[in-house]
């Protein structure tokens, strides 16, 4: 079964995050074949639009944690480095795709996958959905660019208290606060999503191109970006981050003593 399922239709190419059983969580091989399919989809002129979306109850739930912890008990570097070789380029290539990019958050959006949501131009979110930066939580920083995304939807009151508090924010709420930009029955996003990145497509995508270019991709996001991967970095050596994922698959309530 294919981690990614991709599909055209109307000049729009959907990329549905395929791991249900695990709400979609980033495994490495999924995070490599997105990062690919979408610098394809970027280069390729007969997509106008993109809509990007889970399968089953969650839109994503960030990280797979399993892996994470079976890579860092391994004593494999890799976890350390996701940040800069996974997560940022595929933020960047989101940012600077030349096209417009929606979010079709069908459920839950957890870390890295809500921070895939705040990264897109637009958000349709089923009445469902929840969005959670739970970083803390496993004894880590913000990444996937939402130290610099999510500040500019909500505000930086609004984004500390998601951060520091680790609390969902439901739907609706999401839609008061600026954070998504409608709201729809559940099961109706991802058709809801398709409907307008249609009628994005045939509009003047390179004045999109444009407008995208202007609004958002500078180096003010690449700066975030590269403080981002240094202070996760710093983060997942800690003894914090190990005790907390080594608790989450305990499913036992960690103890923090701040190393």
Not at 31 to 54: F, P, W, Y
Not at 198 to 205: D, F, I, M, N, Y
């Amino acid at each position: 079964m294919s981690e990614l399922l991709i599909d055209d239709a109307e000049g729009v190419r959907t990329f549905t995050l395929n791991r249900p059983e695990a709400f979609n969580a980033f495994t490495v091989a999924l995070k490599e074949r997105l990062l690919e399919a979408v610098l394809e989809a970027a280069a390729d002129d007969a997509v106008r639009a993109v809509v990007l979306t889970g399968a089953g109850k969650a839109f994503c739930a960030g990280q797979d944690l399993k892996e994470h912890v079976a890579l860092l008990e391994a004593g494999d570097p890799a976890p350390l480095h996701t940040v800069e070789r996974h997560y940022n380029p595929l933020v960047k290539a989101i940012v600077g795709m030349p096209k417009p990019v929606i979010a079709a958050v069908n459920g839950t959006a957890a870390g890295a996958g809500a921070s895939l949501a705040y990264a897109s131009d637009l958000r349709i979110a089923a009445a469902g959905a929840k969005f959670l930066m739970a970083f803390a939580n496993v004894g880590l920083t913000a990444d996937s660019g939402a130290s610099w995304t999510l500040p500019r939807l909500i505000g930086h009151g609004r984004a500390m208290e998601m951060m520091l508090l680790a609390q969902p924010v439901g739907a609706e709420e999401a839609l008061r606060i600026g954070m998504v930009n409608r709201v729809v029955p559940d099961g109706e996003a991802l058709s809801a999503a398709r409907e307008l990145a249609a009628r994005l497509a045939a509009g003047p995508t390179t004045a999109y191109a444009k407008i995208k270019e202007a609004m958002a991709f500078s180096g003010e996001l690449a700066a975030a970006l590269d403080v981002e991967a240094r202070t996760q970095a710093e983060a997942g050596s800690t003894v914090d981050h190990r005790e907390a994922v080594a608790a989450f698959v305990a499913k036992r309530k960690p103890v923090f003593t701040g190393r």
